[in-house]
């Protein structure tokens, strides 16, 4: 069977497997399966649940390949035109929920792997492919298990490029707001302290905050997600606490403590006349149990990072992209990724490739183009069969 046979079936096979987040244990078994069925050295599910397969080459380095395979859910199925997970082809077009996000990588990875499983010994690396689960909600948090174990010296993430290289991303924080007052009757304001008026007089402020620029990544944003005051409903009760969520996408270099001192000390300038005024910002965080039974704190803050387009990692990653037929262009992910965690936290070198664009993450009729698809298959070979020493 040809290879981009084999990627069509395996990719139809993963979209009909559901596996959003928390219910991914079939997919993973299934996928450890197809990798052993295929001749893969070994293939096996860590403590997170996350699915890692092996394929031993000659060199004595180790380059990792992920994929996340959770999902989001897919909303009203009335309003899909294709059976979200029919695995369905119409326009050279593969449709279904995780088709570009990112069932279609991690098949693709899987299949460039067996490609090769014939010559392995001649591999210039040990080829890791891990697929992850728990991205679209913490993301690289479960990739950090793959991470400690494998201990690989370079990361590829598949996430949608439309087969240009990414070296790098912005990050993502999830910063809660509390604001605490004082309740009363509606009717008598003047004995409460309004933490509902508190928590807009700290948004209007916060609107103020001059955000970093990157010249890869773009521009930081902060962004209100939801707000909620308590009690609620409030009827004829002044609430005594308000809070409000925000989604900081982040530049390099930028920490945890950074990123909270300057908000902290942007709501310590607010003088709220006579009432007391107390509201703060922290990262959210709650936690984390994958199918598996694994059990994390999530606090989320997930770092950016950038890679140098001179680091040897990119320039052998983009000479071997180059040497199966594409022509990528090198730029950055403007969504987050996995790579928070090789490239933002460990510090490994990564670098980003796959098939479809990112506007088709977590959208109604979500599907990936079969040409991009073959496309990546090949480039995944190149990256696996090329030395990076």
Request: charged residues 25%; glycine residues 10%.
């Amino acid at each position: 069977m040809s290879m981009e046979n084999q990627l069509l079936g395996f990719a139809r096979d993963l979209i009909r497997i559901n596996s959003v987040t928390g219910g991914e244990r079939t997919l993973v078994e299934f996928a450890r399966q197809k990798m052993l069925d295929l001749g893969y050295d070994e293939a096996y599910l860590d403590e997170a649940g996350n699915v890692i397969g092996v394929l031993k080459g000659k060199g004595n380095y180790k380059i990792l390949f992920d994929a996340h395979v959770d999902t989001v859910d897919v909303g009203d199925k009335q309003k899909w035109s294709f059976d979200p997970f029919g695995g369905e082809v119409h326009n050279d077009k593969l449709y279904g929920r995780g088709a570009a996000d990112m069932k279609g990588a991690f098949a693709a990875m899987i299949c460039a792997g067996a490609s090769l499983i014939k010559q392995k010994e001649s591999l210039p690396g040990t080829i890791y492919i891990s697929g992850t689960v728990s991205e679209e909600i913490a993301e690289g948090r479960c990739f950090e298990v793959v991470l400690d174990r494998v201990k690989p010296d370079y990361v590829v993430i598949g996430e949608a490029s439309e087969l240009n290289l990414k070296i790098g991303q912005r990050g993502r924080a999830e910063i809660v707001l509390n604001s605490y007052g004082k309740s009363a009757h509606s009717s008598n304001p003047q004995l409460a302290v309004n933490a509902a008026e508190n928590l807009v007089d700290a948004i209007t402020r916060i609107r103020t905050l001059e955000l970093p620029v990157h010249p890869l990544l773009g521009k930081a944003i902060m962004t209100l997600t939801d707000c909620i005051s308590h009690p609620y409903p409030g009827r004829s009760v002044i609430p005594y606490k308000a809070s409000c969520t925000y989604d900081r996408r982040l530049m390099t270099g930028e920490s945890e403590n950074s990123v909270l001192e300057e908000i902290n000390r942007l709501l310590g300038t607010i003088q709220n006349g006579k009432k007391s005024f107390d509201v703060r910002a922290d990262i959210a965080e709650d936690e984390l149990v994958t199918h598996s039974g694994y059990k994390v704190l999530n606090r989320r803050f997930f770092p950016a990072w950038a890679l140098e387009a001179e680091h040897p990692f990119c320039k052998i990653a983009l000479r071997a992209l180059k040497s199966a037929g594409l022509a990528p262009d090198v730029t950055a992910y403007q969504f987050c990724t996995n790579g928070s965690s090789s490239a933002g936290k460990y510090g490994i070198p990564t670098v980003g490739f796959g098939p479809g664009t990112e506007d088709m993450a977590h959208v109604v009729d979500e599907y990936i183009s079969l040409a991009e698809l073959n496309k990546a298959a090949e480039g995944y070979k190149a990256l696996m069969n090329y030395s990076f020493l």
